[in-house]
């Protein structure tokens, strides 16, 4: 628990069924709770996160990416994307972070050659310290996409200083992707409940039977901006919330 200064009563931080959790002040160093901080878990798609920083560097936003059959033939069918069909890859980032599209990260991950991609994201976990990290595909699929809170904590604070469209992308309830060959547009709705409500910056949604529900999410209030990630857990919207309400008290915000 935290000791707020000033003599106040320490506010008990919740019991959670996480197997990993962690709320950190961006820009902060330590985190204010914590539990299995350290700990690897499968993150599912939180994976994409990483996805969509390695295509905004790597991907011209406005090219034309075709769908592939491995695409399309990828778990789940969010943005009913069909071989064949063409996409841009702003299209595609949106499908990936709104509606956590597996089709769209093969497709984007393809378009830059599936291995290159794949190691760009390795790369980029070093270039960010996150030595903990590992990823063996684009979407999350494989349990072996792997991280700890204390990672995902970098993550979230480059993505703050550098990349904070993909963020917002993620804190829209729904959005539409346009088929370049036919004009027909596709809505797309979110998969992440804090999405459009009052003080989210923007996070995302992880689920596989390996990994339970994972949850990042970025909260602000005030000047001030949290990361509130859980990871392993049947509650996670629910013991996000627990974390966040918490942090607001102990740290009186």
Sequence with gaps: AVHPDGGRA????????????AVMELGGRAPAFSKGYRNRWPIASLTKLMTALVAADALDANGAVTITERAAGEFGDTGGFRAGETFTVHDLTKAMLVGSSNDAAVALAESYGYEKFLNAMR???FALGMFET????????????QSTAEDLGRLANFIAETHREIFALTALRSTEVTERNSGSIRAISTTNLFAGTKGFVGGKTGYTSDANGNLFS???????????????TSDRF???????????????L
């Design 10 to 21: 320490k506010v008990d931080a919740p019991a959670l069924e996480a197997k990993t959790a």
């Design 123 to 125: 790369e980029k976990t």
């Design 134 to 145: 590992t990823f063996a595909d684009p979407s999350g699929i494989s349990v072996l996409n």
């Design 218 to 232: 970025i909260f602000s209030n005030g000047q001030r901006e949290f990361l509130v990630v859980v990871l392993g």
């Design 238 to 252: 629910g013991e996000t919330e627990k974390l966040w309400s918490w942090i607001k008290k102990a740290e009186q």
